[in-house]
């Protein structure tokens, strides 16, 4: 499914397809194609009325790609991600955008969950500025939306690290390795994104491709600060979570030791209580302490509570306890 935005004569409309008299040279019309689940007509569009090339359409059409950036003749192909962080799923994801980059028109391909081309879709017909300063200005305008929308997505993702780090040193705590193996493998999913991202936006800033013309790479650049601030903090969080891993193991090792120093001492104690009444049931003649036959209970009562005091005095006394 695709929608076109054109503006001409002065005016910005939404039309169903394209006039292949915009693509004359002399033409001073700027349109913009937005494909939804691109199917077998959208392709047509992109093979046949815009001349796009046959490895830029399968890479667009097929599943996600690493962030990058391609000249092909009369067109810039460019793969860029956005990205999605739900807190309460403890869940990360990277959606990709696909733009083919032309001398007077801009084709996205996408799947239809983007906020940041939602959000231009709705101004666009309103505000024929966005497309009457050409096709990589409108490029910016959507890149540099996507880019902000990842400061929530981080400082969310912040957040739940904040509340992992709590939960480590929490006794009653539920968290195991595996969900902190998991909440690395998201921020390293960030920063596989953001890293290559930051390059590509680089590449646009420098105006390497004759697309981008200079007004428009100063933009670029402002958007380049904002992914290397957080391409960094990636690897800030991926550092913070390595710390986390190895604090969660030791506590739990900690715990681990503090239960069997309590079976231990407890083993320790019932050591000689075992002795005493075993000496005591044995089935022979033994050393009458002094009171009686009916004493005989408590002296043995009282060997017994001896020990125990004793010993767990001597543990006090050393320290183990």
């Not at 005016?11 to 693509?23: G, Q, T």
């Not at 890149?143 to 690290?161: F, G, I, K, S, T």
């Not at 939960?167 to 968290?175: A, G, H, K, P, T």
């Amino acid at each position: 499914m695709h929608t076109v935005y054109v503006k001409a004569n002065g005016r910005v409309e939404v039309v169903d397809r394209i006039d292949p008299a915009w693509l004359d040279e002399d033409e001073h019309a700027v349109f913009w194609v937005d494909i939804t689940h691109p199917d077998a007509a959208d392709i047509a569009i992109l093979r046949d009325t815009l001349g796009i090339h046959e490895l830029a359409i399968e890479d667009a059409t097929s599943e996600t790609h690493q962030p990058k950036v391609e000249s092909y003749p009369g067109f810039l192909y460019v793969v860029l991600h956005g990205i999605d962080f739900e807190a309460s799923k403890h869940s990360f994801a990277t959606h990709d955008v696909d733009f083919f980059v032309g001398r007077n028109w801009l084709v996205t391909v996408h799947d239809g969950r983007f906020r940041s081309l939602r959000r231009i879709a709705e101004i666009c017909p309103r505000n024929d500025h966005l497309l009457g300063e050409g096709p990589a200005a409108l490029l910016h305008r959507i890149v540099d939306l996507m880019v902000d929308n990842y400061r929530p997505e981080v400082e969310a993702l912040d957040d739940w690290l904040d509340e992992v780090e709590t939960e480590v040193f929490d006794i009653s705590n539920s968290l195991e390795v595996r969900d902190i193996l998991a909440l690395k493998k998201d921020v390293m999913s960030l920063r596989r994104v953001t890293v290559p991202q930051r390059d590509v936006v680089g590449r646009l800033a420098r105006r390497e491709f004759s697309e981008i013309d200079q007004s428009v790479a100063y933009r670029f650049r402002d958007v380049h600060d904002h992914l290397v601030r957080i391409a960094d903090e990636a690897m800030v969080f991926s550092d913070r979570i390595t710390g986390l891993l190895e604090a969660h193991l030791s506590a739990t090792s900690n715990r681990l030791n503090q239960v069997v120093k309590v079976l231990t001492v407890i083993t320790t104690v019932f050591g000689p209580l075992t002795v005493i009444t075993g000496l005591f049931g044995m089935n022979v003649h033994l050393p009458v302490l002094p009171g009686g036959e009916f004493a005989q209970f408590w002296w043995v009562l009282g060997l017994m509570a001896g020990s125990v005091g004793g010993m767990l005095g001597l543990f006090r006394w050393m320290k183990w306890l």
